[in-house]
T-cell receptor
C-alpha cells in the first residue's frame, strides 16, 4: 500500500518555542492531507484539512494562528505548532488521501516542557 | 454534524474467542466506512467498505456494512493476543473525504 511518512517521530521542545512537523506521501500525490491530534486513550480528532495550493480548513475550536498548516506540494504538508505550551503535548498524525483511500503517517509525539 | 459511535468501548476476551465490534454512524454525503487497528503508533488500515451487504475478509478478520441501518461490524475469529489493540471505525463523507472517527473499541485478548 501507499506510504506516508512523518518527521520527526518524536520531539521535545521548551514552552514558547515553535515546532514544525512534516508529512510526506512517498509514492503517490495527495491533493488532500489531514492533520489529527490524539490524546492518550482517546480517538483521533481532526484538526484541519489541507489542500494543495490553498488555505487549510480548520475544525471548530482549532486555532489557525497557533497551528499553521502549509501544503506546499502534492507530496508535502507541514504543521507548525507556534509558541507551544505543555497542553499542546500530544500525538499528531497526518493522513494523505489518494483516489480511493486515506493512509496515515506514523505520527509525531510532541512533548512540551 | 457527522457522528460515529462504536461499541463496546472495551472488551476483554480469551484467546480463541470470537468478537464482534460495532460501529454506527450518521454522516452527510456518505462515501465509505473504514476500519483501522491502532497499537502503539498511528492507525493501520484494515478495511474500506462502500457497498451494503458485501463482506470483506482478511484472514481471521471480516467486516460488513449496512447502509440502510447505518452500521458496520468487524468480526475477529479465533482471537490471538496479537489482536489486542484499539479498533477504530471512521466514516468518510463530504466533498473532501473528511474522516470522522469513533472513540474506538479497546480489545484485550488474554492468553
Amino acid at each position: 500500500g501507499a506510504v506516508v511518512s512523518q518527521h520527526p517521530s518524536r520531539v521535545i521542545c521548551k514552552s514558547g518555542t515553535s515546532v514544525k512537523i512534516e508529512c510526506r506521501s512517498l509514492d503517490f500525490q495527495a491533493t488532500t492531507m489531514f492533520w489529527y491530534r490524539q490524546f492518550p486513550k482517546k480517538s483521533l480528532m481532526l484538526m484541519a484539512t489541507s489542500n494543495e495550493g490553498s488555505k487549510a480548513t480548520y475544525e471548530q475550536g482549532v486555532e489557525k494562528d497557533k497551528f499553521l498548516i502549509n501544503h506546499a506540494s502534492l507530496t508535502l504538508s507541514t504543521l507548525t505548532v507556534t509558541s507551544a505550551h505543555p497542553e499542546d503535548s500530544s500525538f499528531y498524525i497526518c493522513s494523505a488521501r489518494s483516489d480511493t483511500e486515506q493512509y496515515f503517517g506514523p505520527g509525531t509525539r510532541l512533548t512540551v516542557t | 454534524e457527522d457522528k460515529v459511535v462504536q461499541s463496546p468501548l472495551s472488551l476483554v476476551v480469551h484467546e480463541g474467542d470470537t468478537v464482534t465490534l460495532n460501529c454506527s454512524y450518521e454522516v452527510t454525503n456518505f462515501r465509505s466506512l473504514l476500519w483501522y487497528k491502532q497499537e502503539k503508533k498511528a492507525p493501520t488500515f484494515l478495511f474500506m467498505l462502500t457497498s451494503s451487504g458485501i463482506e470483506k475478509k482478511s484472514g481471521r478478520l471480516s467486516s460488513i456494512l449496512d447502509k440502510k441501518e447505518l452500521f458496520s461490524i468487524l468480526n475477529i475469529t479465533a482471537t490471538q493476543t496479537g489482536d489486542s489493540a484499539i479498533y477504530l471505525c471512521a466514516v468518510s463523507g463530504g466533498s473532501n473525504y473528511k474522516l470522522t472517527f469513533g472513540k474506538g473499541t479497546l480489545l484485550t485478548v488474554n492468553p
